[in-house]
């Protein structure tokens, strides 16, 4: 069972930045996906950004959002610039390890941000 554990979030003001990190409890190698997801109050989860073999951005935060790795921490980062508003939600780290043929879905706790207007 692998943990996922985030930290960064917190309270900020739109243009404002922030950067979130989750790192994991085993290894992480090239192969695994690492990514971000988000929700906001009475919303579905979406996708916020991925890091595999490509990068994938929402349209919503492209340009504005970075997902970066170092797997010899076992670590992700979202760096989030330019806030806006409706940036808002729980941001959850997501890893898809794959190990034995499949991939191994795994989510962290999450972490609030608020961007205040």
């Known amino acids: 069972q692998v943990e996922l554990v985030e930290s960064g979030g917190g309270l900020v003001q739109t243009g404002g930045s922030l950067r979130l990190s989750c790192a994991a409890s085993?290894?992480?190698?090239?192969?695994?996906?690492m990514g971000w997801y988000r929700q906001a109050p009475g919303k579905e989860r979406e996708l916020v950004a991925t890091?595999?073999?490509?990068?994938n951005y929402a349209d919503s935060v492209k340009g504005r959002f970075t997902i970066s790795r170092d797997n010899s921490k076992n670590t992700v980062y979202l760096q989030m610039n330019s806030l806006k508003p409706e940036d808002t939600a729980v941001y959850y780290c997501?890893?898809?390890?794959?190990?034995?043929?499949?991939?191994?879905?795994?989510w962290g706790q999450g972490t609030q941000v608020t961007v205040s207007s």
């Open positions: 997501n890893l898809q390890k794959l190990f034995l043929g499949r991939t191994w879905p795994y």
């Open positions: 085993e290894t992480i190698s090239s192969v695994d996906v």
């Open positions: 890091s595999g073999s490509v990068t």
